[in-house]
């Protein structure tokens, strides 16, 4: 494929981004949108290949999808109703539940500061 047929795919990939992310918003979704196009027209990194380039736009896209849920006050409570979808990119936490294996948790530190940190 045609290095400008990537550029295109990428650049339809990350409209598709803005509308999944910032679909109930149409403020943040025309912004979005705007700024896309204007990285297109003038690339925030000029010294990145083409390649380099199309690559990060793919690697936005993919932000936009999985990372970024957006969020709307309801009512006069501070409740806020979360816009999750499926393409969102949903963690397990697994990684918190287990011990640190830092110096600190392992009676050391700095001159032995942290050991009784973790008793």
């Given at each position: 494929?045609?290095?400008?047929?990537?550029?295109l795919?990428?650049?339809?990939?990350?409209?598709?981004?803005?509308?999944?992310?910032?679909?109930?918003?149409?403020?943040?979704?025309?912004?979005?949108?705007?700024?896309?196009?204007?990285?297109?027209?003038?690339?925030?990194?000029?010294?990145?290949?083409?390649?380099?380039?199309?690559?990060?736009?793919?690697?936005?896209?993919?932000?936009?999808?999985?990372?970024?849920?957006?969020g709307?006050?309801?009512?006069?409570?501070?409740?806020?109703?979360?816009?999750?979808?499926?393409?969102?990119?949903?963690?397990?936490?697994?990684?918190?539940?287990?011990?640190?294996?830092?110096?600190?948790?392992?009676?050391?530190?700095?001159?032995?500061?942290?050991?009784?940190l973790?008793?």
């Open positions: 494929m045609s290095l400008r047929q990537n550029a795919n990428a650049y339809r990939n990350g409209l598709r981004a803005t509308r999944i992310a910032f679909g109930g918003d149409t403020r943040m979704l025309l912004a979005s949108r705007a700024k896309m196009r204007e990285g297109m027209e003038n690339p925030p990194n000029p010294e990145l290949s083409k390649e380099q380039q199309i690559k990060h736009l793919e690697d936005v896209a993919t932000f936009l999808k999985r990372n970024l849920v957006q709307r006050k309801e009512g006069t409570d501070e409740k806020y109703h979360l816009n999750i979808h499926k393409e969102t990119e949903l963690g397990d936490n697994e990684s918190i539940k287990q011990t640190k294996k830092t110096l600190v948790s392992q009676g050391g530190g700095c001159c032995g500061g942290g050991k009784d973790y008793k």
